[in-house]
């Protein structure tokens, strides 16, 4: 399977500011995904990033707060602006494997995002 | 809306002590049932893919199930190392290619 790298692994930040989410895929693939993952909560869908156009928004998320970079097929980012201490998650990417919209999502080692 | 809802929320079990998760769903269509293993501070491992009612995979000592409304992930005498959070996710047909998660399952197996 895919290697799929991330940085920051975790960082520490303040009100206000912002910060990007890199992720790196060891080869080439169509749709990347954004996932967030609250204490205690489940996975949650943040954005669909399919390189050579915008990125697709779940609801309840706005390209404003997270927007979305997809600059060539193994690599991605996320910028989550104007940070909150409800920010504070871990940010995972992921791939899909296979070809076509059906499949396993292998997933990144997670960015875990502190605000205070 | 697609639903998942796991069960229980914690399960302590020792070793050698055989249980099931549940993972209870709501889906339009399902086009794929999925658990993963989350170990603290990483993401999720893929372990399975199920695809329609009857079907069963094994891995080891997991061993995961599907009906038409819910999926059991068998632990058959479970050693430490198996300790973890193992999720239960979903496809629907109406959800392009989204998989909706459920809480998960935390696992601890003591000596």
């Known amino acids: 399977s895919a290697v799929i790298s991330q940085k920051p692994s975790r960082d520490i930040c303040q009100r206000g500011t912002s910060l990007t989410i890199q992720c790196q895929v060891d080869?080439?693939?169509?749709?990347m995904f954004w996932y967030r993952q609250q204490p205690g909560q489940s996975l949650t869908l943040i954005a669909t990033a399919n390189q050579g156009s915008e990125a697709t928004y779940e609801s309840g998320f706005v390209i404003d707060k997270f927007p979305i970079s997809r600059p060539n097929l193994t690599f991605s980012t996320l910028t989550v602006s104007n940070m909150s201490p409800e920010d504070s998650s871990i940010y995972l990417c992921s791939i899909r494997a296979g070809v076509g919209n059906t499949g396993e999502l292998f997933f990144g080692e997670g960015s875990r995002l502190t605000v205070l | 809306e697609d639903q998942v809802t796991q069960s229980p929320e914690a399960l302590r079990l020792q070793e050698g002590e055989s249980s099931s998760l549940n993972c209870s769903y709501t889906?339009?269509?399902?086009?794929?049932l999925f658990w993963y293993r989350q170990d603290p501070g990483k993401g999720p491992e893929f372990l399975f893919t199920?695809?329609?009612a009857g079907e069963e995979k094994e891995k080891e000592r997991l061993k995961a199930t599907l009906t038409k409304k819910e999926s059991f992930l068998h632990i058959t005498a479970p050693k430490p190392e198996d300790s973890a959070t193992y999720l239960c996710a979903v496809q629907g047909a109406g959800t392009a290619s989204k998989l909706t998660f459920g809480t998960g399952t935390r696992l601890q197996v003591t000596l």
């Open positions: 080869s080439q693939v169509t749709m």
């Open positions: 889906v339009s269509g399902l086009r794929g």
């Open positions: 199920l695809y329609s």
